[in-house]
């Protein structure tokens, strides 16, 4: 049982550490920057349903299958893999599941850690005051300047990146776990003084209704594919992030309450950022898909007319600068816990080759908002037509990788391990709920995973079907 083993690399102090750690790492950029600019672009509310269906469905059930293999496994996700195939009697390749975590993880941190730069940057530009009275043109310059010049976000994200390592070298006790302890309950609060600002706005309705009236005509084949990747994305998972966080997790803690308790708040924190943002968006006759600098360039503007807004813009670009580092410490963790078990490297060691290896792949980022912005590689496919390297980066890892891995972590945790096993590892005994959650991992996901896959890939057009937007 997996109470036997003990991970190498220590295990948290208790149940609230874990869920802090895990809610660290899933509040981050995926909820107050790209929740609202993907809503945006895919026209609201049917793309909010869709993606709270994903959340309830989906990611709650695959969460728990992660932190439950994590825990039973004790080890980095590769090597978790593989001995819980060999358990199982299956195959080692089932070690390339957790191969294919690692290479997500580096592939989103590279861009995780740029755009982190920009809040980095946003902090210093709140605080000199520079958003005060500011006009929806000033602020839309001002963000301009900012990602139009290469040497800046290789400064920034160098800062961030050195920011990251430094915590991850430190191991997964000191300073993470009393970071979000504070980081959580203090964004809370920022973000409802927001909507306040919101409510004020005159156009909070408008945004409400943008945000929660469905309108099936508006959601596209890819934009099901992006709803669903982006459950998977805001939640950390299907790369081995839980999974690892769950190796060091303690004996006993129900993973079903704390899964739920942490996919709860995650949602509660991109539900509040989009109600923010979209009352802004339309009281200043901006465009809700506007793209990636979307929040950059909606909130400079509640700042720059709400009293104290410079103190408040500067603390919230802070809060949001901690929740990315939060979660960018989870995104490098399954690379680093391998280098450290099987390379017998220290973790600072560790540290330094997984940070080098993303800070170069990051270079690709942020030369697709300045130098290669007209670079569209893959132009002659209709969805990625004016998509840069960041874009593409973007949709194949949290919109391919990361369903891809959860439909694995999924047949693994309900096909190939024994069902008492997982009896056992949930500690739920054969209750209703393990049926329902057993039911739901083993066809629900891969179900709803492989139709949205055929849908975009148009091998089975099931929005048409449906009468669906194309
Ligand atoms: N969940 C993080 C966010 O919403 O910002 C991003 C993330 C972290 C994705 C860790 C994947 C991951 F493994």
Redesign the pocket.
């Given at each position: 049982m997996g109470g036997k083993r003990e991970s190498i690399h220590g295990v948290w102090s208790g149940r609230l550490a874990f869920v802090l750690a895990a809610t660290g790492?899933?509040?981050?950029?995926?909820?107050i920057w790209?929740f609202p600019y993907i809503a945006g672009e895919n026209g609201g509310g049917a793309f909010v349903i869709v993606y709270l269906c994903c959340i309830g469905i989906i990611g709650v059930p695959i969460m728990m299958a992660e932190v439950m293999l994590g825990r039973r496994g004790r080890r980095s996700p590769i090597n978790t893999m593989r001995h819980l195939a060999r358990e199982a009697g299956a195959s080692p390749h089932w070690r390339w599941l957790g191969w294919a975590g690692v290479a997500a993880?580096f592939l989103?941190l590279s861009y995780?850690s740029v755009i982190a730069g920009w809040a980095l940057a946003y902090v210093w530009r709140s605080a000199g005051a520079m958003f005060v009275g500011a006009t929806s043109e000033g602020v839309a310059s001002i963000f301009d300047q900012l990602v139009t010049d290469p040497e800046r976000l290789i400064a920034w994200h160098t800062l961030f990146m050195v920011m990251t390592m430094t915590v991850v070298a430190r191991g997964v006790r000191s300073g993470l776990e009393k970071a979000v302890r504070y980081l959580v309950p203090a964004l809370f609060v920022l973000l409802i003084m927001l909507n306040g600002y919101a409510l004020a706005s005159g156009a909070f309705d408008q945004g409400l209704e943008f945000l929660f009236t469905p309108d099936f005509s508006k959601l596209s084949a890819n934009g099901f594919l992006i709803a669903l990747g982006h459950a998977f994305?805001?939640?950390?998972?299907g790369?081995?992030?839980?999974m690892v966080y769950g190796s060091y997790l303690p004996e006993r803690t129900s993973i079903a309450k704390t899964s739920i308790t942490i996919a709860f708040l995650?949602t509660l924190v991109a539900l509040l950022a989009g109600m923010a943002i979209f009352p802004i968006v339309f009281a200043n006759g901006m465009d809700p898909g506007a793209g990636a600098g979307l929040i950059f360039q909606t909130l400079p503007i509640a700042f720059g007319h709400m009293a104290g807004g410079v103190v408040f813009g500067t603390l919230f670009f802070v809060l949001l600068v901690f929740?990315?580092w939060t979660?960018a410490i989870?995104?490098i963790e399954p690379a680093v816990a391998w280098l450290v078990e099987n390379h017998g490297m220290t973790r600072v060691h560790a540290s330094v080759v997984a940070g080098m290896i993303t800070w170069t792949a990051g270079l690709l980022t942020v030369f697709s908002f300045n130098l290669w912005s007209d670079f569209h590689p893959l132009a002659f496919i209709e969805i990625f037509r004016t998509a840069t390297l960041f874009d593409l980066l973007d949709y194949l890892t949290a919109n391919i990788m990361?369903p891809l891995g959860g439909l694995l972590i999924a047949v693994f945790s309900v096909w190939v391990m024994q069902r008492d096993d997982s009896v056992q590892e949930l500690d739920m005994g054969d209750s209703a709920g393990f049926r329902l959650w057993y039911f739901l991992v083993r066809y629900v996901t891969p179900v709803a995973v492989i139709i949205v896959f055929l849908n975009v890939t148009k091998l089975v057009n099931f929005s048409a079907l449906l009468g669906l937007a194309e």
């Open positions: 790492s899933a509040v981050g950029l995926g909820n790209k993880g989103i995780y994305f805001t939640l950390s998972l790369m081995g992030a839980i995650d929740a990315a979660s989870s995104l990361l």
